[in-house]
């Protein structure tokens, strides 16, 4: 199980943007597919993106446009670039390494996650 460590998190005004940084334990050629999650306080765990090996890409539709997904395969390392952050979008998010399937991701492992809080 691949171990996944997340970062870049913080406090940010409505409108900015973060970056989120996810390194992982061993080569994140092996899991096929990398992606993150967020919980609001409150809230169930919920989808935000995703991205494959190859790489196709998969995005929640209330980030889609905002937030971008990529992966560096030589630095073992999935980011998350946040932009036009917006109040709602203040959660814990989490990385996840698992399986993409025909545009589908599942995760198997999880980072322990990194808060995010957007001021309005």
């Known amino acids: 199980q691949v171990l996944l460590v997340e970062s870049g998190g913080g406090l940010v005004q409505a409108g900015g943007s973060l970056r989120l940084s996810c390194a992982a334990s061993?080569?994140?050629?092996?899991?096929?597919?990398m992606g993150w999650y967020r919980q609001a306080p409150g809230k169930q765990r919920e989808f935000v993106a995703a991205i494959s090996r190859g790489p196709g890409t998969n995005y929640a539709d209330s980030v889609k446009g905002r937030f971008t997904i990529s992966r560096d395969n030589a630095k073992d390392t999935v980011y998350l670039q946040m932009n036009r952050l917006k109040s709602e979008d203040t959660a814990v998010y989490y990385c996840a390494a698992g399986h993409w399937l025909g545009g589908a991701f599942r995760a198997t492992s999880w980072g322990q996650g990194t808060q995010v809080t957007v001021s309005s």
């Open positions: 061993e080569s994140i050629f092996s899991p096929n597919g």
